[in-house]
């Protein structure tokens, strides 16, 4: 077995870790137990819990978003590079051969992330009030998902650095469930509450609107 | 300094180890599943910082929403996770000490309004104020807060109103504003009934209306009786507030909301009608509930809903013409975006108004006027208070407004406040006070 092969197996398996550690964090999370409620409801959950994922995160509705939208698709650029670096990542585990047009999409992508991923680090390490709500953590975490962003970008031109990206690929899965990074499932757990609560009060979105209809 | 405050900073200080260790059980007991995923969550990315009333007025870093959810993160991570207890400095864990319960008080109580518009702001949905009132209910459990505000609560819990109105008082008050009724609108029936059993609704109110603005319970005595509405005060508990929601004390909240359950039941009344109270109608209609871990066997409106209601149903009819001034509107932050209630307030005004103006932004997206989460009892915070209201002067001073309406007696009290400070020229009024004088009475 070579040295890729063992890689590839710690990659894995550091993948493996990760989704463990998680899932036991979600599972602990939730023996904590659900709110109760007892009060009756306004508007409906449900329509709340779809608002909070779609368009409840728009600048139309989100005042923070249109207030700081360079932040806003900075950090879409910085998910959506970070994603595409995990799927070119299973693809060179898998050894399957990626079509050109592809590849140039995700290094495209990944440019994106990663300068998104610089800019955001730039902009916490600049503004003293990101400074004073920043941890060791938050500066931790990004530092390894830009350095899991470039080596995916220089490996897709120098393939012969493989080694490097799995080995950063290793250390960011490790860290996941360390710190903030956890924010990738605890994210559904919270504007899944923020949809209940609002939806169940009659608040978003908008059904008073709606059931006020009558009276215009 | 004065020597209460003095007496309250050393009490702070001298925290003992047993004190703290109370302190960091009744965090613990407040880690469900909500407040859990939230405090994992939080990715400190600072945009909720402009939502904030405090951190737009004042651009002080420390008022911002994500400071003071970190404060309380702190303390989960060290406590409740693997990283935090092990690697503290990576995480910025901390130990629950004397220092971090000084910074606590300081911002959880101090430069917080509990107004919830953070929430909307944030990245992933926090709901910070809950997260703020585990940090105050750990407070409270040690004994610690402000007491300015314990003092709210300790009367509501002592007397069965916020203001300790001895009940002889009450009855008083309410017999004098009947005959004042009585005198200007004819004799007959009482106009401000109590302790009238079975009576459809049961009507609690503001107790600062029974002490300084007994027009507020004549307007909706008037309201009510043009609408051939079925209502009762109850001799005993007549309090639609609730301080243990800001103070954080689940059992003096738990003992004040379900004081008015007893007054429904002993009076076989079908409906609580909540007088303009923002954190009053949050606190009974939709977190009474869930303290007392039982759906009310009773409908809980708010008298806003009410009069949209009569409205509606045609019970009663308002004359615009009357009220030629313009109006706009405040949107308490605990009946309008924790509450639900939003447009109700504003089809009531655009019949009883000749001319209303929308303040920007507005409804669930309103600025706090500053008055909540305990704030105008806290008085050793109240320079912040005031500096924080700016926002809210420009927003009506923008209206070019000449009148106010507030539906909440906490908001009304600091857009007075505020229209001193700021030199707005304005008159604040409540939703009742307008609608009583557009009432067209019928012969």
New interface residues.
Partial sequence: MNLISILKIGTVLAALYALGALAR?LV???R?????????G??SETKGIAY?FFK?MLPSE????R??WP?FVG?ILYHTGLFAAFIYLGLQIAQTEIWPTALLLIQIIMVLGFVSGVVLLLKRLV????R???????F?ANVLVNLFLASAISNTIWPTILSVYLVVTMLLLLYVP???I??CV??F???T???R??GR????P?P??E??A??? | MTKNSDEYADRVDQSTDQKLAVGLRAFRERIDYTMAASLNACIHCGLCAESCHYYLATGDPITQPAYKVALVQAVFKRYHTMTGGTLPALTGARAFDTTLVREWIDSLFGNCSMCARCTLSCTVGLHIPRIVRAGRSTIAAMGLVPPELQSTVDAAVQTGNNMGIPKAEWLETVEWLDEELRNELGQGESYLPIDQEQAEMLYAVNPREVKFFPLSLMAAARIFRAAGASWTFSADYFDVTNYGLFSGDDVAARLISGRLAESMKRLKCRTLVLGECGHGYAANRWEAPEWHRQTPEFAVKSIVELIADYLKEGRITLDPSKFAKRVTLHDPCNLVRMGGVIEEQRFVLRHAVADFVEMFPNRENNYCCGGGGGQLSMTRYAKRRLAAGRIKADQIRATGAKVVVAPCHNCIDQLGELNKEYHLGVEVKTLAEIVAEALVVRP
């Fill in positions: 964090m602990q999370t939730g904590r137990g659900l709110e109760p409620t007892f009060a009756v306004l508007g909070a409840g989100k005042e923070s978003v207030k700081h932040t950090g503004f003293r009030k990101m004073i709500i920043s941890t060791m953590d938050d931790v360390m710190g903030k956890r924010h605890f994210f757990c919270t504007r509450i923020f949809g609560l609002f009060r009659g608040v978003l908008h008073a609107r059931k006020m009558g009276f215009r």
